[in-house]
Nanobody
Framework: QVQLVESGGGLVQPGGSLRLSCAAS????????MDWHRQAPGKQRELVAG???????NYADSGKGRFTISIDNSKKTVYLQMNSLKPEDTAVYYC??????????????????WGQGTQVTVSS
Protein backbone atom coordinates (compact mmCIF):
# COMPACT_ATOMS: atom_id res chain seq x y z
CA GLN A 1 0.00 0.00 0.00
CA VAL A 2 1.09 3.53 -0.76
CA GLN A 3 0.23 6.49 1.43
CA LEU A 4 0.47 10.20 0.71
CA VAL A 5 0.58 12.50 3.72
CA GLU A 6 0.18 16.25 3.24
CA SER A 7 1.17 18.91 5.72
CA GLY A 8 1.72 22.65 5.91
CA GLY A 9 -1.77 24.03 5.52
CA GLY A 10 -3.24 26.65 7.81
CA LEU A 11 -4.58 30.15 8.16
CA VAL A 12 -2.62 32.97 6.58
CA GLN A 13 -3.34 36.63 5.86
CA PRO A 14 -3.63 37.90 2.29
CA GLY A 15 -0.17 38.46 0.85
CA GLY A 16 1.32 35.80 3.10
CA SER A 17 3.06 32.53 2.27
CA LEU A 18 2.69 28.85 3.01
CA ARG A 19 4.70 25.80 2.07
CA LEU A 20 2.84 22.55 1.58
CA SER A 21 4.55 19.16 1.71
CA CYS A 22 3.40 15.75 0.54
CA ALA A 23 5.39 12.65 1.41
CA ALA A 24 4.83 9.29 -0.27
CA SER A 25 5.53 6.10 1.62
CA UNK A 26 4.71 2.42 1.59
CA UNK A 27 5.21 -0.27 -1.03
CA UNK A 28 8.13 -0.27 -3.42
CA UNK A 29 7.52 2.28 -6.15
CA UNK A 30 9.08 4.86 -8.41
CA UNK A 31 7.62 8.27 -9.02
CA UNK A 32 6.49 9.28 -12.49
CA UNK A 33 5.01 12.63 -11.44
CA MET A 34 3.34 14.35 -8.51
CA ASP A 35 0.69 17.04 -8.59
CA TRP A 36 -1.11 19.49 -6.34
CA HIS A 37 -4.83 20.08 -6.76
CA ARG A 38 -7.30 22.16 -4.81
CA GLN A 39 -11.00 22.22 -4.20
CA ALA A 40 -12.84 25.26 -2.89
CA PRO A 41 -16.33 24.97 -1.38
CA GLY A 42 -18.92 24.52 -4.09
CA LYS A 43 -16.32 24.21 -6.83
CA GLN A 44 -14.73 21.36 -8.75
CA ARG A 45 -11.27 20.11 -7.90
CA GLU A 46 -8.66 21.78 -10.10
CA LEU A 47 -5.03 21.21 -10.88
CA VAL A 48 -2.72 23.77 -9.32
CA ALA A 49 0.71 22.51 -10.34
CA GLY A 50 2.50 19.33 -11.32
CA UNK A 51 6.06 18.11 -11.58
CA UNK A 52 7.77 15.09 -13.11
CA UNK A 53 10.36 13.05 -11.25
CA UNK A 54 12.89 14.74 -13.49
CA UNK A 55 11.87 18.10 -12.09
CA UNK A 56 9.88 19.56 -14.99
CA UNK A 57 7.09 21.71 -13.55
CA ASN A 58 3.83 22.95 -14.97
CA TYR A 59 1.40 25.42 -13.46
CA ALA A 60 -2.20 26.39 -13.83
CA ASP A 61 -2.73 30.05 -14.64
CA SER A 62 -4.04 30.66 -11.11
CA GLY A 63 -0.64 30.00 -9.58
CA LYS A 64 1.82 31.18 -12.20
CA GLY A 65 4.31 33.61 -10.76
CA ARG A 66 3.17 32.98 -7.19
CA PHE A 67 3.49 29.22 -6.65
CA THR A 68 6.57 27.05 -7.00
CA ILE A 69 6.45 23.26 -7.08
CA SER A 70 9.52 21.17 -6.34
CA ILE A 71 10.34 17.53 -5.72
CA ASP A 72 12.88 15.70 -3.58
CA ASN A 73 13.10 12.21 -5.03
CA SER A 74 15.31 10.95 -2.22
CA LYS A 75 12.60 11.86 0.29
CA LYS A 76 9.75 10.97 -2.08
CA THR A 77 8.28 14.35 -1.23
CA VAL A 78 6.75 17.12 -3.30
CA TYR A 79 6.48 20.69 -2.10
CA LEU A 80 4.32 23.65 -3.05
CA GLN A 81 5.63 27.05 -2.06
CA MET A 82 2.76 29.52 -2.21
CA ASN A 83 3.51 33.25 -2.05
CA SER A 84 1.33 36.35 -2.34
CA LEU A 85 -1.68 34.34 -1.27
CA LYS A 86 -5.14 35.66 -2.03
CA PRO A 87 -8.51 34.91 -0.43
CA GLU A 88 -9.47 33.06 -3.61
CA ASP A 89 -6.66 30.58 -2.91
CA THR A 90 -8.70 29.30 0.03
CA ALA A 91 -9.37 25.61 -0.55
CA VAL A 92 -8.49 22.10 0.51
CA TYR A 93 -5.24 21.22 -1.23
CA TYR A 94 -4.69 17.64 -2.32
CA CYS A 95 -1.56 15.88 -3.43
CA UNK A 96 -1.64 13.15 -6.06
CA UNK A 97 1.10 10.83 -7.20
CA UNK A 98 1.49 8.97 -10.49
CA UNK A 99 3.56 5.97 -9.47
CA UNK A 100 5.02 2.81 -10.91
CA UNK A 101 4.31 0.27 -8.17
CA UNK A 102 6.23 -2.97 -7.97
CA UNK A 103 4.08 -6.09 -8.03
CA UNK A 104 4.78 -9.77 -7.59
CA UNK A 105 7.28 -11.51 -9.85
CA UNK A 106 8.95 -8.23 -10.73
CA UNK A 107 6.09 -6.70 -12.67
CA UNK A 108 4.99 -3.11 -12.16
CA UNK A 109 1.68 -1.33 -12.43
CA UNK A 110 1.05 2.37 -12.97
CA UNK A 111 -1.31 3.74 -10.34
CA UNK A 112 -2.47 7.09 -9.03
CA UNK A 113 -2.78 7.80 -5.34
CA TRP A 114 -4.31 10.74 -3.47
CA GLY A 115 -3.62 12.30 -0.12
CA GLN A 116 -6.25 13.24 2.44
CA GLY A 117 -6.00 16.98 1.82
CA THR A 118 -4.86 19.95 3.86
CA GLN A 119 -6.89 23.11 4.43
CA VAL A 120 -5.50 26.44 3.31
CA THR A 121 -7.43 29.52 4.43
CA VAL A 122 -6.42 33.00 3.32
CA SER A 123 -8.22 35.61 5.35
CA SER A 124 -7.60 38.74 7.33
Amino acid sequence: QVQLVESGGGLVQPGGSLRLSCAASGSSFTINAMDWHRQAPGKQRELVAGITSGGSPNYADSGKGRFTISIDNSKKTVYLQMNSLKPEDTAVYYCSADLQVRRALGSTARQTYWGQGTQVTVSS
